[in-house]
Every structure is written in structure tokens, then in C-alpha cells.
DNA sequence: TAAGGGATATGCT
DNA sequence: GCATATCCCTTAT
């Protein structure tokens, strides 16, 4: 069901491929919202020319080298939120980024904060989806393997399964350019950010 | 294609 | 201290 922190501690990159289809889910004040992840970048180890870590054991990159399973929250460009999931063992700067979504549940209330009705505009982009499932700051260290926290990743359900079948689309992609070097993505999913 | 915007890190003085 | 470059992006043009 949730995955656990037994699920995060394993190698960054199967972690990667694992994640596309599960289901992250942000309970909060207004309501709850959720979406099938559909796009992730991995970022691992020091030597990753595209971590924080890479520049050294900074404020920045303390989060990643912190224990897996916990959020890591960061702005960029000044106004923009990303959500990463801590890997890998403490001690080892590891994460993989979540960039896009299939929006499940709560679909007016992501549609409200990201000021659009678009559907494919919602969680298509890893600020995008931040701002449909309101992640920020207040949420960087949280849990996201206990039962109580507001940010938490879980296994496909039933029924969410006969609603939407991943299972007939083709297999994930595997994009590696510059120096992003893992990006995976449901190819053939109108819900990813890659173009 | 470019502007928007703030936190962070670095490299000065 | 302060100045500057950079940044895992989005939106509007």
C-alpha cells in the first residue's frame, strides 16, 4: 500500500523506474489531492554534475543526504517549488525529483490554485504540480512513508486501476541529455512534461 | 524567446 | 559585508 522506507533505501535508479505509476497523495486544509506520477529525474552522488551534492555538503544539499524517504523542497528561480524524495542510505546525497503527473482526485481544487481548467496543465512540470498539490517549504523533511503525514506516495489501488489502466501504454522512456542523466517518463502520456 | 523572482553559493573588498 | 552568477521553471509574448 504506502510504500516504505525500505522502498527508498534501495539504489536511486531503481527507485526511479519504480516510481512512475505510483500515486502521490497530498492531504491538506483545503482537501486532497493526487496524481499518478507519470515523470522523475534521479540525482545520486556527488559525482551527478546536476546535484546540489556536486557543489559539496551544503544548506542547499543537506537534505539529500539526509535519511530516505523524506520530502525535499526547494525553490528555484525564485518562485518555483520542486519536490524530491530523499534515496539511498543517510549519508549518501541521493533523490529523485517528481515532475509530472496524471491528476486522479481533487481535480477542482488543482485547478483553482493553478488558475487554468486545462487538465494537461495542471501537473505537467515538476512546479506545475507543486502548485496543484500546494508543496512548499512548509513541507521540506516531512515523512512521506508515515501513515500521518501530509505528503505520502502509495501503490496504485484497484480501483484506481479499473478507472485508468497504465498497464496497456507503452513502458517508461529513459532520457539522458546534458547533464540531466536520468529522466524517466510514461511514454505516450499527454500528462508528461518532456516534449 | 525572454522576463520574472528569491535563495544560495562564491568571490571579492 | 556586498556584488554577482546561477538555478532541476513557467508564462506570456
Redesign the pocket.
Known sequence: MMLSVAFYSRPTLQILEDLIGKVLIRKSGDGLTSGIIVEA?A?RGQDDP????S??R?????M?YGPPARAFV???????H?F?VVTEQEGFPA?V?I?ALEPLEGMALMQQR???DDVL?LC????????ALDID?ALNGVSVSSPRSPLILIERTNEDEKRKDLAWRPRVGIREGR??LWRVYLKGSPFV?VK
Open positions: 529525474e540525482y546536476a546535484s546540489f551534492a557543489r559539496g551544503t544548506k542547499r544539499s543537506e539529500l526547494y525553490l528555484t528561480y525564485g518562485m518555483h520542486l524530491n533523490a525529483l515532475r493553478r488558475k487554468t496543465n505537467s512540470g515538476p512546479a506545475k504540480l507543486c502548485q517549504l547533464d540531466r512534461s
